[in-house]
């Protein structure tokens, strides 16, 4: 049974087939933004905040 939060939240690959980005693109795009609010860490393993990575793909990556 997943959580809310692990419903809502991608690992790298399910993150690069869902907005169509490759693993690479992601993991450099964590990398740049480690900090930032839309990656939450599980121990050394980034997951992918679904919302808030789509707002920030809306606002910073629309120029690709």
């Not at 450099?28 to 992918?48: A, L, M, Q």
């Amino acid at each position: 049974c997943n959580t809310d939060l692990e419903e809502d939240t991608l690992s790298v690959q399910e993150a690069a087939e869902y907005f169509g980005f490759s693993d690479k693109k992601i993991r450099k795009i964590v990398d740049e933004h480690e900090n930032d609010n839309f990656i939450f860490w599980n121990g050394t393993r980034p997951r992918i905040k679904r919302q808030l990575f789509e707002k920030f793909v809306d606002e910073k990556l629309t120029a690709i």
